[in-house]
C-alpha cells in the first residue's frame, strides 16, 4: 500500500525555523512530482511548493525566499525548510505525491495526513 507520511510540525516562535520531511512507502516504482500544500482553519488548501524529479522547484509569493524544498530520490522522501517563519505560515502541512506503483502502469496523486505547524506571534 502506497503512502505518504509527514513529520517535523510544531510550535516555533514568529521568525524561527521548522524543517518538515515527507517519507513515501509501499510498491514504488517511481515519485514524479512532489510538493507541499498547506491548509488554515477556514482557508481552502493551497500550494506552498513543488519539485520535480529533476529538481525544478516552484514555490508561492508567499514564501518564495523563506521557504527551500528539496528531495532525496533515493530516500523516496521530500523536505520543506521553513525560515523567518510568520503567524499566518499556521497551517496544516500535507505532503502530495505523483506516485507510479510497482504493480501497476497506472500513475496516481497520493496525499499525506498532514502535520501542524502553529508560529506563535
Known amino acids: 500500500q502506497l503512502q505518504l507520511v509527514e513529520s517535523g510540525g510544531g510550535l516555533v516562535q514568529a521568525g524561527g525555523p521548522l524543517r518538515l520531511s515527507c517519507a513515501a512507502s509501499?510498491?514504488?516504482?517511481?515519485?514524479?512530482?512532489m510538493g507541499w500544500y498547506r491548509q488554515a482553519l477556514g482557508k481552502q488548501r493551497e500550494l506552498v511548493a513543488t519539485?520535480?524529479?529533476?529538481?525544478?522547484?516552484n514555490y508561492a509569493d508567499s514564501v518564495t525566499g523563506r521557504f527551500t524544498i528539496s528531495r532525496d530520490n533515493g530516500k523516496n522522501a521530500v523536505y520543506l525548510q521553513m525560515n523567518s517563519l510568520k503567524p499566518e505560515d499556521t497551517a496544516v502541512y500535507y505532503c502530495?505525491?505523483?506516485?507510479?506503483?510497482?504493480?501497476?502502469?497506472?500513475?496516481?496523486?497520493?496525499w499525506g495526513k498532514g502535520t501542524l505547524v502553529t508560529v506563535s506571534s
Open positions: 502530495k505525491s505523483q506516485i507510479r506503483s510497482r504493480v501497476s502502469t497506472l500513475v496516481a496523486d497520493y
Open positions: 509501499g510498491s514504488i516504482f517511481r515519485l514524479n512530482v
Open positions: 519539485i520535480t524529479r529533476s529538481g525544478s522547484t
